[in-house]
């Protein structure tokens, strides 16, 4: 190894331990139509810098994705080597990306996390989105500190599922995509059905009811987290919905992605 390169090995390596030292780690989470990111602060949850958003490459292959993410963390000053984090709309199992919603079929059998490591010039924790989501919620959010089995719902144009035990993520689980009568709950019971399908609140209730039922029926949670842009208006349904378990809206908003995504990335360093 010649001279020079060792010494910026070790100055990344140096940089890197300097930011987990700080307490600082970035997010990025990737929509189908944005691509959004900001340095956490790992104390408080809240961004060290104002969020950023740039518009996901069309067609939003995974070449041009990681391309538009790593540029959009370059912009950030002085942050260059802390660790990073970055959400996608997809199931990832062991560095494969197995499944694509709103992003471009050519992800699928992708090895994401070469594909960010060689992007970004360093190691990235690659996870799916509403498990980041549900990492905010728990970390920092509405489930922080909440033992036994936590189930995170992230209701929008579709219905995205975190689930943990004891705070330890179970990944992947897609529970959205239950199956009631033969009907997916994903679109049938998701927030864009309300406007979609023409519904009174009480009729969509009685779907997101229905839903949440039978997933309780399936895995017994202790608390259910609802997140997504309808949690705004969680006074209107919440206090309807019969379940078990207690219900509580989500607390970090749409940036939830980013700060999940941070906080996976600091474990992903530390481990």
Not at 15 to 20: F, Q
Not at 177 to 185: A, E, K, P
Not at 216 to 227: A, F, K, M, Q, R
Request: glycine share 12%; hydrophobic share 45%.
């Amino acid at each position: 190894m010649s001279p020079d390169l060792l010494e910026t090995r070790l100055t990344d390596r140096q940089s890197s331990i300097a930011g987990r030292a700080r307490g600082i780690a970035f997010g990025i989470d990737i929509g189908g139509t944005g691509i959004k990111g900001a340095p956490v602060d790992l104390a408080t949850g809240l961004f060290c810098e104002p969020r950023r958003t740039v518009a996901t490459p069309s067609p939003a292959t995974p070449q041009a994705v990681a391309r538009a993410a790593a540029e959009l963390r370059a912009g950030f000053d002085g942050l260059a080597s802390v660790p990073v984090g970055v959400t996608v709309p997809a199931v990832v199992r062991k560095r494969i990306v197995r499944t694509a919603a709103n992003i471009d079929p050519s992800w699928i059998g992708i090895d994401g996390q070469s594909l960010f490591d060689e992007a970004f010039g360093t190691p990235v924790a690659l996870l799916n989105d509403a498990d980041a989501a549900g990492l905010a919620e728990v970390t920092r959010g509405a489930a922080q500190g909440e033992p036994g089995v936590v189930f995170v719902v992230t209701l929008g144009t579709g219905i995205g599922s975190a689930l943990f035990v004891d705070g330890r993520l179970v990944p992947n689980t897609e529970l959205g995509h239950l199956r009631i009568d033969g009907f997916d709950c994903c679109p049938w019971a998701s927030a864009a059905a309300l406007t979609r399908d023409n519904l009174s609140w009480a009729d969509w209730v009685s779907r997101v009811q229905e839903y949440l039922a039978f997933a309780e029926s399936l895995i017994w949670p202790d608390l259910i987290v609802i997140g997504g842009g309808i949690s705004a208006e969680a006074e209107r349904f919440l206090p309807l919905l019969q379940l078990d378990a207690p219900v509580v809206r989500a607390r970090m908003g749409n940036d939830s992605g980013i700060i999940g995504a941070a906080y996976e990335a600091h474990a992903a360093a530390l481990r």
